[in-house]
Nanobody
Framework: VQLAESGGALVQPGGSLRLSCAVS????????MSWVRQAPGKGLEWVSC????????DYAASVKGRFTVSRDSAENTLILQMDSLKLEDTAMYYC???????????????????????RGQGTQVTVSS
């Protein structure tokens, strides 16, 4: 099983980034998928979740209206388009396959390692002027 994130970079406030996650080794099209992040010195935080078919999405309040999650099941790829980036978006971003469907999770509660069947190694996003 591999989840390989890419696209992280140093960007100025107000800028945009597009993160990708290439998935192999499990049936991507049957899993809901998520992005989570961890800022320096803090715990994991939900960012977004998308249903297996791509029709249902959910976002943390802190990113709603700025971030867009999508998936390409033909390419086994998960995408996170991040616009209007803020300093507080600085974090390591992880692609993860939740153990249950997105609707099972309370985005206000920090995710636990047991919440994920699979998780990638992460890509660093740094927002700084």
């Amino acid at each position: 099983v591999q989840l390989a994130e890419s696209g992280g970079a140093l960007v100025q406030p107000g800028g945009s980034l597009r993160l990708s996650c290439a998935v192999s080794g499990f049936s991507f099209s049957t899993y809901d998928m998520s992005w989570v992040r961890q800022a320096p010195g803090k715990g994991l935080e939900w960012v977004s979740c998308i249903s297996s078919g791509g029709s249902i999405t959910d976002y943390a309040a802190s990113v709603k209206g700025r971030f867009t999650v999508s998936r390409d099941s033909a390419e086994n790829t998960l995408i996170l388009q991040m616009d209007s980036l803020k300093l507080e978006d600085t974090a390591m971003y992880y692609c993860a396959a939740p153990s249950r469907i997105c609707a099972s999770y309370d985005f206000l509660a920090p995710p636990r390692p047991s919440d994920f069947a699979y998780r990638g190694q992460g890509t660093q996003v740094t927002v700084s002027s």
